[in-house]
């Protein structure tokens, strides 16, 4: 696996992911983000959004919204789409799990669209369960992923 270097998003990589956004897979799967977003994103605590970078340059940005109360997070996870499918997203989320702000939660939560099938495979790959079987009310699959230290069984 690479060495992934995390570095919190700031200003300068939240245009350059801004401009990844260009690409219409990626702009019809999520909503480009925002100053709004950013602000957000910057003054709650539990939510951790990092650039990630494979040496220099830059294939993702991961992000992790935790819940302290529940020991629950929500993932997602976003590949450079100049590097897409070469197998980042599932790296990005096995780095992802072995950081400190991931080890400490009971179980990790991802939803998409049943027909992302990339992300799909990537989040099965990754060991993401889904459950329940069908979409929710908004047409999203939910996966879950045991994780870290309290973690028991998935």
């Not at 570095?7 to 983000?33: K, T």
């Not at 991961?62 to 529940?70: I, M, R, T, Y």
């Not at 060991?127 to 028991?152: A, R, S």
């Amino acid at each position: 696996m690479p060495e992934f270097t995390f570095r919190v998003l700031d200003e300068s990589e939240l245009r350059l992911y801004q401009a990844w956004f260009s690409d219409s897979e990626l702009s019809r799967r999520i909503e480009p983000p925002t100053a709004q977003w950013y602000n957000y994103v910057r003054s709650t605590p539990g939510y951790e959004v990092w650039m990630v970078y494979d040496g220099t340059a830059a294939v993702g940005v991961v992000s992790l919204e935790a819940n302290p109360d529940d020991h629950t997070a929500w993932v997602l996870v976003v590949v450079n789409p100049a590097v897409r499918r070469q197998g980042y997203g599932h790296k990005l989320l096995q780095a992802l799990i072995q950081r400190p702000e991931a080890t400490h939660l009971n179980l990790l939560k991802a939803t998409v669209e049943p027909d992302n099938l990339a992300s799909l495979r990537c989040l099965q790959k990754a060991g993401f369960i889904q459950e329940p079987p069908e979409p929710d009310d908004e047409g999203f699959l939910h996966f879950k992923l045991g994780v870290g230290h309290l973690h028991t069984s998935a």
